[in-house]
Nanobody, 126 residues
Framework: QLLLVESGGGLVQPGESLRLSCSTS????????TTWFRQAPGKEREGVACISRSGVTTYEDSVTGRFTISRDRAKNMVYLQMDSPKPEDTAVYYCAADVNHSTCATGFNSRNYDYWGQGTQVTVSS
């Protein structure tokens, strides 16, 4: 059983940076694919950023160049650095782990993910 816990959400102004953290219960954070998803009110959940077992990163088009996913194996943590956030980035953000694949799925297929955190709210507003 893998436990994921997100933190770091909150209210930020447009353009103000924010870093989300995902702590994992396992000491093998580098042995699975981790993705940040988000879900805004009234919208479907969407993948935002993924990091593969080997460290290759993939981003959704709207966050490319603004968000950065990273992993700290020693701390069993995965991060999402959100730079230049926009109001349309407002959502509940979830981290999820795929233990069955080694690379990020095309289109961030959420069905690949067996383990999910509880989510952290991010609100971007002036």
């Amino acid at each position: 059983q893998l436990l994921l816990v997100e933190s770091g959400g909150g209210l930020v102004q447009p353009g103000e940076s924010l870093r989300l953290s995902c702590s994992t219960s396992a000491s093998t954070v580098g042995n699975y694919v981790t993705t940040w998803f988000r879900q805004a009110p009234g919208k479907e959940r969407e993948g935002v950023a993924c990091i593969s077992r080997s460290g290759v990163t993939t981003y959704e088009d709207s966050v490319t160049g603004r968000f950065t996913i990273s992993r700290d194996r020693a701390k069993n943590m995965v991060y999402l650095q959100m730079d230049s956030p926009k109001p349309e980035d407002t959502a509940v953000y979830y981290c999820a782990a795929d233990v069955n694949h080694s690379t990020c799925a095309t289109g961030f297929n959420s069905r690949n993910y067996d383990y999910w955190g509880q989510g952290t709210q991010v609100t971007v507003s002036s």
